[in-house]
């Protein structure tokens, strides 16, 4: 078992910052890949941002390259999510999602076993 525990959520105005942080924890080591999703009021969960744990290789939304970055910290051993140029449409719960298998895939949310339970995320225009 994998557990994900996120923070950092919050409201900030239109253009400007936030960084979200997850923190695995359990059997961490088969930990193949993590990313974020997102689900604004009535739409469907949506990719945002993915690595695979042990690599360099990112892959992003194209609504949100270039203004966000993932990344993971060595040190404190979490996957950070630094969002700038924020828009009143980045408005959503933010997920952590992290999966323990091998797919060349980062997507879907079928691509992922364990989920956090999601920080709000509220850009004021």
């Known amino acids: 078992q994998v557990q994900l525990e996120e923070s950092g959520g919050g409201l900030v105005q239109a253009g400007g910052s936030l960084r979200l942080s997850c923190a695995p924890s359990?059997?961490?080591?088969?930990?193949?890949?993590m990313g974020w999703f997102r689900q604004a009021p009535g739409k469907e969960r949506e990719f945002v941002a993915a690595m695979r744990w042990s690599g360099v290789n990112t892959y992003y939304a194209g609504s949100v390259k270039g203004r966000f970055t993932i990344s993971r910290d060595n040190v404190k051993n979490t996957l950070d999510l630094q969002m700038n140029s924020l828009k009143p449409e980045d408005t959503a719960v933010y997920y952590c999602?992290?999966?323990?298998?091998?797919?060349?895939?980062?997507?879907?949310?079928?691509?992922?076993?364990?989920w956090g339970q999601g920080t709000q995320v509220t850009v004021s225009s």
């Open positions: 999602a992290a999966r323990t298998y091998y797919s060349e895939t980062y997507y879907y949310t079928s691509n992922y076993n364990y």
């Open positions: 359990g059997r961490t080591f088969s930990v193949d890949a």
